[in-house]
């Protein structure tokens, strides 16, 4: 072979190398960042559950009757209901 085509294969190859080099990096890097966008993606899932779970919330309690359900549930609960004593008194003290 020739000088000329000598310098053009290391040339060649030393490019390729560099090439490869950076082309195995760039493909870590890229694995490591879909791994983090599937961190976020998961998270964001469970911010929108929540934000959802405080608008079915909030829708309940804003409509009227959400409001008269709790009023209900409220009146209706035994823990709530007054006892014996506190009955007799009118619930005063």
Do not use: C, H
């Not at 294969?9 to 390729?16: G, I, K, M, P, R």
């Not at 469970?46 to 959400?66: C, E, F, L």
């Not at 035994?78 to 014996?84: I, N, V």
Request: charged share 25%; hydrophobic share 45%; glycine share 8%.
């Amino acid at each position: 072979m020739n000088t000329a085509e000598w310098i053009l294969v290391a040339f060649l190859s030393t490019a390729l190398l560099v090439f490869i080099i950076i082309g195995i990096i760039l493909l870590v890097k890229l694995i490591g960042l879909t791994k983090e966008a599937k961190k976020v993606i998961i998270k964001s899932q469970d911010i929108a559950s929540n934000a959802n779970d405080v608008v079915t919330n909030i829708k309940g309690v804003t409509s009227i009757g959400g409001v008269v359900k709790t009023f209900a549930d409220k009146y209706t609960d035994p823990k709530y209901r007054q006892t014996g004593k506190e009955e007799q008194d009118g619930g005063e003290e």
